[in-house]
């Protein structure tokens, strides 16, 4: 199906090479990271071909292939300009960029240059997210007219993350995702579904918070807490959390005027989409305790078995652009659809605890326990 090159080979990389060699006609042409040890390990382990530098893996690159950049964020921007400037399609892991100035400017340059410049999560082009698309284009739930999002990790400071190892005993880079946060690393996860299905984002009241300031590793950490209602251009009004402090929890539910579409993971493609259709039962009101499952009516695409917290095929996105790229037509994951998503992450995850919040003018204080409680 085509060639991919692979810069940055820590952590994520074992997912997507699980990922690649659960699909057909996938090859990779070079290797680079900028850790020589981690790079020795890795093509080792995989048996594909190191590059001794950026710049060789670029020459080497085949024109109708495509570069994925899976170093860490703050490389991001660099990589991903290096790799157009060089004249290859890039499928950057997200974000695309760490501020939208930047985001931007990537775009123009792909645009200028007649690239292909997506970013990930691909997991919209799995089959729970196309499920659920399928149930909303044929009404099955009726109009929707509220979503609530979440992507609460638990509360990841406390995990066991130190034993967190890939395939090939790369850590997991928590001290990386407490910078980054968890909504710049997440938010993409059921973003990418929203914007998919509806189309771009008109307005976000959001608000995010540092709430353990004390995390392991050198700071400053970004927050580890957001919300947002997001106001569509035409779609529901939606409700989107993040964190790694609640309770694990990566529900989606779409409520519509005939009941409740849902979705209990967003890290695996073979999540069940359910329909618990709305009931009135003499005085009461509920949903169905027997939702239905819905299906696609015919095969969708490879699976990969679950690694930690995932069971995603990472190389959907990739292998849609490769597609593309042979059929001579746009990709479904396309620069625009990138830049939108990182706009409204970045106002998600900057948002504080001002930005279109109404200061109030009235104040009190904590009530007195009643004396039994005490
Ligand atoms: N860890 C996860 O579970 C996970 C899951 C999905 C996506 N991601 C995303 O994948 C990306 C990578 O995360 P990771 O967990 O693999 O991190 P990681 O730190 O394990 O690996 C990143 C690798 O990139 C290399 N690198 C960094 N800058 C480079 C550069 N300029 N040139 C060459 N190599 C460079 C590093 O040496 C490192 O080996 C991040 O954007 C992250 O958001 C991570």
């Not at 130190?162 to 980054?180: I, N, V």
């Not at 299905?197 to 608000?207: H, Q, Y």
């Not at 790694?244 to 493609?269: E, F």
């Not at 990739?318 to 593309?324: Q, T, V």
């Amino acid at each position: 199906m085509g060639v991919v090159s692979i810069i940055g080979c820590g952590f994520v990389a074992d997912l997507y090479m699980r990922s690649l060699r659960a699909m057909e006609g996938l090859t990779v042409a070079r290797v680079f990271d900028r850790d020589a040890e981690r790079l020795a390990r890795f093509c080792d382990y995989w048996n594909v071909p190191r590059a001794a530098g950026l710049d060789e893996l670029l020459n080497a690159h085949p024109p109708d292939g495509i570069v994925l950049n899976l170093t860490n964020p703050a490389s991001h921007f660099d990589v991903n300009m290096a790799c157009l400037k060089a004249g290859c399609h890039v499928y950057s892991e997200k974000p695309l960029a760490l501020d939208l100035d930047d985001a931007k400017t990537l775009c123009r340059e792909a645009k200028a240059a007649r690239l292909m410049l997506a970013s990930a999560p691909c997991s919209v082009l799995g089959e729970a997210a196309q499920t659920m698309g399928y149930a909303l284009r044929t009404g099955i739930a009726g109009t929707p007219r509220l979503i609530y999002a979440e992507l609460d990790d638990g509360f990841v400071p406390q995990a066991a993350y130190r034993q967190w190892l890939s395939e090939t005993g790369a850590p997991w880079p928590f001290e990386d995702e407490f910078r980054t946060g968890c909504t710049l690393e997440h938010a993409g996860y059921y973003l990418g579904w929203l914007i998919s299905w509806f189309g771009s984002v008109r307005s976000v009241t959001a608000a995010s918070a540092q709430t353990i300031p004390h995390k392991e590793g050198t700071g400053p950490f970004a927050p580890d807490f957001a919300t947002a209602t997001l106001f569509f251009e035409n779609g529901p009004v939606t409700r989107l959390t993040c964190s790694i402090v609640a309770p694990h929890d990566h529900r989606i539910r779409i409520v519509g005027d005939k009941g409740v579409l849902s979705c209990n993971a967003a890290w695996d493609n073979g999540a069940k989409v359910r329909f618990a259709k709305r009931l009135t039962i003499r005085r009461r009101l509920l949903e169905s305790p027997l939702p239905k499952r819905i299906r696609l009516p015919q095969p969708t695409h490879p699976k990969v078995a679950r690694w930690g917290a995932a069971a995603m095929n990472f190389m959907l996105g990739p292998a849609e652009m490769l597609e593309a790229l042979r059929d001579g037509r746009p990709s479904r994951l396309s620069s625009e659809f990138a830049l939108h998503m990182t706009e409204v992450t970045l106002a998600i995850q900057n948002a504080g605890d001002m930005t279109g919040a109404q200061r109030m003018t009235t104040r009190c204080d904590p009530m007195e326990p009643m004396s039994w409680a005490m």
